[in-house]
């Protein structure tokens, strides 16, 4: 809306015009911030990058997991060798 009136009744959507300069908030479409300062649109994302970051995301979950359990055996052999060795 051109005002920028932020009150109470816009933000539980209970009015259909702006108290303030009388904006039909029914009909206006609603734009982000970057549409409302003018900044060109940004491109849609491929999916050929969509799956690689997925696929980049379960490998690195799988790597730490690997380390987190190789880690987790080296304490338990740690802690062993401590608690058996006199």
Known sequence: M????????????LASR??????DLRKRPAR???????FPPLPPRTSRRRDYDV??????????????????LVMIIYLSAAAFSV
Not at 2 to 13: I, K, N, P, S, V
Not at 32 to 38: F, K, L, R
């Open 32 to 38: 982000s911030y970057i549409e409302m300062e003018g």
């Open 18 to 23: 702006c108290a303030r300069c009388g904006c």
């Open 55 to 72: 696929e980049a995301r379960h490998v690195h979950r799988w790597v730490a997991f690997m380390f987190l359990v190789m880690f987790g």
């Open 2 to 13: 051109a005002c920028g009136y932020d009150g109470a009744l816009l933000r539980d959507g």
